[in-house]
């Protein structure tokens, strides 16, 4: 079974708008992390944002917020105010288990999202 | 702010050839780790190190890949026999507690 499932493989949003990618996760652990990271063009991994299983408030940095649903095991990423630099590919990942410092990541496989003006 | 810093940025080599991969982990970290990306898939884990020593690794990181910490600075990975299926993007990580930083990345082609 996949552990993170983003189901939209391609995301369209007006430039100002608001946007949320879906993300899902699997897992029997109690303890977990979950991150958003961005990918432009380029190549580079920039990391967005981290939730933590136990955090009792969603993450929030900047613009983007993470929308953390633990029963329904969905954490989706939401930018507001969508600008024409947020186009890129963007992906959850997942690490498991207490003390997780140094465990690995598991990554979902992208949204695409494109900004229109 | 500090980063993850990789080089070089893009390699390209033949077949067989050994290459290293050169990371330098935000200073205060604890955790290091590589990834790849192969074109147009998903991110992939291939090993971590901690202490000094592998914490985890996977089913991809064989007896052709090596990582070292030689001076507490630098983290390396060497391929030693490269396939043309090991083009990819690599991509070191770091991180203390929660957060995982990675680098921008070294594209390897394999020819």
């Known amino acids: 079974a996949q552990k993170i499932t983003q189901t939209q493989p391609g995301m369209f949003v007006q430039e100002k708008e608001a946007v949320t990618l879906d993300c899902t996760y699997d897992?029997?652990?109690?303890?977990?992390?979950l991150f958003w990271y961005k990918q432009p063009s380029s190549g580079e991994m920039i990391f967005l944002i981290y939730?933590?299983?136990?955090?009792?408030q969603n993450a929030t940095e900047g613009r983007y917020s993470l929308n953390f649903q633990k029963a329904r095991k969905s954490a989706n990423l939401v930018i507001s105010a969508s600008q024409l630099g947020d186009s890129a590919m963007y992906f959850c990942a997942m690490r498991e288990g207490r003390g997780t410092g140094r465990r690995a990541l598991t990554f979902g496989s992208g949204t695409r999202l494109q900004v229109q003006p | 702010e500090p980063e993850v810093t990789q080089t070089p940025s893009h390699q390209v080599t033949q077949m067989g050839q050994e290459v290293i991969l050169r990371c330098v982990p935000i200073?205060?970290?604890?955790?290091f780790y590589w990834y790849r990306q192969i074109l147009g898939q998903k991110v992939e884990f291939l090993v971590s190190f901690y202490n000094n020593e592998i914490s985890e690794k996977s089913e991809i990181f064989d007896d052709q890949f090596s990582v070292e910490r030689p001076d507490g600075s630098n983290f390396t990975l060497k391929i030693r026999s490269t396939k043309l299926e090991d083009s990819a993007m690599y991509f070191c990580?770091?991180?203390?507690?929660?957060?995982?930083?990675f680098g921008e990345g070294s594209r390897l082609t394999v020819l």
């Open positions: 939730q933590g299983s136990y955090d009792q």
């Open positions: 990580a770091s991180g203390v507690g929660g957060e995982l930083f």
């Open positions: 897992t029997s652990d109690p303890s977990y992390g």
């Open positions: 200073s205060n970290h604890l955790y």
